[in-house]
């Protein structure tokens, strides 16, 4: 099977095919750091104890990830919530989910989905 040839970085370091510079690894990690110093923590965000207090009782009731069936440890937004309160309490928008759906495919479903625009 043929294997695709290593290529340059901009920097002039050779990479090999699927490999990754460590300079672009350090710039991603530098673009993921100023994001985050804009992201509100995660109490502002709507997950304070009343939360945990909604998401642990939600997780008796609905023991199986809506995706797999495994067991359920998350609950998540169906609708991303994006700092909407009212959508965010709305317990028809919750899913229970086990952590490998949560971090593989439903973070892959939301990126195919468009991001609305509030007015």
Known sequence: ???RAPRLCSCGNRVPSGGRCPC???RTSERKARFDKTRPN?????YTGAWEK???????????????GDHADLVDHKIPHRGDQSLFWDRDNWQPLC??????AKQRQE????HEVKQ
């Open 1 to 3: 099977m043929p294997v």
């Open 24 to 26: 672009e690894v350090k």
């Open 42 to 46: 995660s109490s502002r965000r709507g």
């Open 54 to 68: 909604a998401r642990k009782a939600f997780l008796l009731r609905h023991r199986r990830c809506a995706f797999c």
């Open 99 to 104: 952590t490998p759906c949560h971090s593989g």
């Open 111 to 114: 990126r195919r989905q468009p």
